[in-house]
């Protein structure tokens, strides 16, 4: 999300950062206001009452799928989300002809497409599908079109092209560790500081592991790639 931010000058009002921004009013809120919605968070699929899958938001609140189903739950001027979640159309078809995942949801609140995944993914393949998905998007590709060469150039991507990815990670990790001291605890700044901190060294530790293996192609496992999809218009 971060990068995201960087590569296309989010502004910040446009943006929900730390506990303290992340609440399901400012989502709603946020949601309500773009055209171009990007959710980075976690997310949890209940099978057994999909009615109840849901969003984790901030303090333990959380938007659940038979809230974005309401007619109190609007957003018509959606053209785009992506649901950069774990498992957030997984769903089983026994109830209705069609599943009911958090995908539907955003579909029913007015939404004109979704991309979200079957599966957990790995954060640093769904940083980088993410990007690629963007940029191909920025290159006048529909949607369907966009997802099929995002998941093509992560499975092509190659371990020696994430070598100046990993160096402005570790150097960002290291700066924010010298930072530390500058925002008092409790703070929006410490909280803001802490969720930034533990997303880069969390990418740092998975750089490493790549790092350390023997795969040329990281990502060419369809664990990685297969578990993104597209709903809604093209």
Not at 48 to 52: A, C, S, V
Not at 167 to 183: C, D, P, T
């Given at each position: 999300?971060?990068k995201?931010a960087q590569?296309?000058n989010?502004?910040?009002?446009?943006r929900?950062?730390?506990?303290n921004?992340?609440t399901?009013?400012?989502?709603?809120q946020?949601?309500?206001?773009?055209?171009v919605?990007?959710?980075c968070?976690?997310a949890?699929?209940?099978l057994?009452?999909?009615?109840?899958s849901?969003?984790?938001?901030?303090?333990?609140?959380?938007?659940?799928?038979?809230?974005l189903?309401?007619p109190?739950?609007?957003?018509?001027?959606?053209?785009?989300?992506?649901?950069?979640?774990?498992?957030?159309?997984?769903?089983?078809?026994?109830?209705?002809?069609?599943i009911?995942?958090?995908?539907?949801?955003f579909?029913?609140?007015?939404?004109?497409s979704?991309?979200?995944?079957?599966w957990?993914?790995?954060?640093?393949a769904?940083?980088?599908?993410?990007?690629?998905?963007?940029?191909?998007r920025q290159?006048g590709r529909?949607r369907?079109?966009?997802?099929?060469k995002a998941?093509?150039?992560?499975?092509?991507?190659r371990?020696?092209?994430?070598?100046?990815?990993f160096?402005?990670?570790?150097?960002?990790?290291?700066?924010?560790?010298?930072?530390?001291?500058?925002?008092p605890?409790?703070?929006i700044?410490?909280?803001?500081w802490?969720?930034?901190y533990?997303?880069?060294?969390k990418?740092?530790r998975?750089?490493?592991?790549?790092?350390?293996?023997?795969?040329?192609?990281?990502f060419?496992?369809?664990?990685y790639?297969?578990a993104?999809?597209?709903?809604?218009?093209?």
């Open positions: 999300g971060e995201l590569i296309y989010i502004p910040r009002e446009n929900l950062i730390g506990s921004q992340a399901t009013k400012n989502y709603r946020l949601a309500q206001q773009v055209q919605l990007h959710s968070h976690h949890e699929s209940r057994d009452n999909p009615l109840e849901q969003l984790k938001l901030a303090h333990g609140s959380s938007i659940t799928l038979g809230q189903m309401t109190s739950w609007r957003f018509p001027q959606l053209v785009e989300v992506f649901l950069s979640c774990c498992e957030t159309n997984l769903g089983t078809p026994s109830l209705t002809d069609d009911l995942t958090l995908s539907t949801g579909l029913c609140a007015g939404a004109r979704v991309v979200s995944t079957l957990s993914v790995n954060d640093l769904t940083a980088l599908f993410s990007i690629f998905y963007y940029q191909q290159e529909n369907p079109e966009a997802l099929q998941q093509i150039q992560l499975r092509e991507f371990k020696i092209d994430l070598n100046k990815i160096q402005e990670v570790e150097a960002r990790e290291k700066e924010l560790i010298v930072n530390r001291k500058k925002y605890s409790g703070s700044e410490h909280e803001q802490k969720l930034e533990n997303m880069y060294a990418l740092n998975q750089f490493k592991e790549i790092e350390n293996s023997t795969q040329q192609f990281p060419s496992d369809p664990h790639w297969a993104f999809i597209c709903h809604g218009l093209r």
